[in-house]
């Protein structure tokens, strides 16, 4: 028998496996689950789009592009960044197109870390972030948010994190897991610990279509933070487009130059022919992003009260697709509540504490799927909880 950690990278070896991914694997086997587990939406991306990519594989477009993507989509890319956030970037030099917002993160912290250097992560987060900057060389420093404040990071917190060798602070508002919104008042206080500190942010706005009551802004649009904001974006979730693996980078230009060398060594370039459909996305996609968004919202506003209403207490999040109720009334752990409701019940929710600790307590329910999945899904969540006998409207 061959011990193949032998011949693995001990960092490899050590990640710890996504709290998300064992319960899928458990989910897919059963028959009649209903998934609020998965973190991408029930729609399929609009036809236009799919139409745009079609052409382009019929027309041909199957070579290579440019490392940072095709210029015409890092010029769409430009004015959305424009129109939508009040930022400006050079589609020569300050934009790359990505294999989704998982592989501009990645390319990221490779260009930021040194060995051993910190990012304040603030959790609950989303599962790549820790492994994305361990396997960087960095080291992840969780900062804990709570349910009392919805989940929202303060810039005292962040800046009691703070150490000599801390270098980037990772925002992503709205967030996943908890749906937590920072509006413009939460980002100035922390850009001013950012700036006082002379830190980086990597702000994940692949969430920031999806925002239901207050406007979205981006850190970077505040004075002195565009020079020290690398903003990760991507198709994924507003436009729907999961599975087409795209999305993208903005930064300043020095930034985006040791950026683009890892992109060119790495991954050469995102796919052509996708490429195309995003580019059509970004022109005309507007429309159908703001009724998705609408419905999501309408998911939202049901989902809460419902849980509130059976007795799961669960904060009113400000964007993305997640509700995060606290379970701390049923006695139980986030694991055992989530494997007992799959069991017993059929549907599949993400323990809190893959999250990360402070997770710990809550479970995590997407609510991108239709609203009578949620109806029926919340009609067995109720059941589940009298049958554990416990009284969680007390
Ligand atoms: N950031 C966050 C916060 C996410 O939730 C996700 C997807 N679940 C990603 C990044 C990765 O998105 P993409 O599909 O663009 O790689």
Redesign the pocket.
């Known amino acids: 028998m061959i011990d193949y950690n032998q011949f693995l990278a001990t960092q490899a070896v050590e990640l710890k496996p996504s709290g998300i991914r064992r319960f899928f694997d458990v989910a897919s086997k059963m028959e009649n689950v209903i998934s609020l587990g998965v973190?991408?939406p029930d729609f399929v991306t609009p036809w236009a789009i799919r139409d745009m990519a079609i052409a382009s594989i019929e027309d041909g477009f199957t070579s290579y592009t440019a490392n940072p993507g095709l210029l015409e989509l890092r010029e769409e890319i430009a004015n959305y960044m424009e129109r939508s956030y009040h930022l400006s970037y050079q589609p020569e030099n300050q934009i790359i197109v990505t294999?989704?917002?998982?592989?501009?993160?990645d390319t990221a912290f490779r260009a930021l870390l040194n060995p051993g250097e910190e990012v304040l992560i603030i959790e609950p987060a989303?599962v790549?972030y820790a492994a994305l900057v361990t396997m960087a060389g960095g080291k992840p420093i969780p900062v804990s948010t709570w349910a009392e404040n919805g989940f929202k990071v303060t810039a005292e917190q962040i800046e009691k994190a703070i150490t000599p060798r801390t270098k980037a602070i990772l925002l992503?508002s709205p967030?996943?897991p908890t749906g937590a919104f920072l509006n413009k008042h939460d980002l100035s206080a922390i850009a001013e610990v950012v700036k006082k500190h002379n830190l980086i942010v990597v702000s994940?706005e692949?969430?920031a279509e999806l925002t239901y009551d207050e406007e979205y802004y981006s850190i970077a649009t505040l004075p002195g933070m565009y020079e020290r904001t690398i903003v990760?974006n991507?198709?994924?979730?507003a436009f729907a487009m999961?599975g087409w693996?795209?999305?993208y980078v903005c930064a300043p230009q020095p930034i985006i130059e040791v950026m683009l060398k890892i992109h060119q060594y790495t991954t050469m370039c995102a796919p052509h022919m996708l490429q195309h459909g995003a580019i059509e996305a970004l022109r005309n996609g507007a429309d159908q992003v703001e009724e998705m968004r609408k419905s999501y919202r309408r998911r939202r506003n049901y989902i809460v009260e419902a849980l509130n209403q059976i007795g799961l207490n669960c904060h009113l999040p400000g964007g993305?697709f997640y509700v995060f109720p606290s379970i701390q009334n049923t006695g139980l752990t986030s694991e055992q509540f989530a494997e007992q409701l799959l069991m017993k019940e059929r549907v599949a929710v993400v323990p809190g504490n893959a999250f990360g600790e402070s997770g710990e307590g809550y479970i995590r329910c997407s609510y991108a799927t239709s609203l009578q999945q949620l109806q029926e899904a919340i009609r067995r969540i109720e059941k589940f909880l009298q049958s554990l006998g416990a009284n969680p409207k007390v």
């Open positions: 973190g991408e294999i989704g917002a998982s592989q501009a993160l989303f790549s992503c967030n996943n994940d692949i969430y990760i991507g198709f994924s979730k999961t693996r795209l999305g993305a």
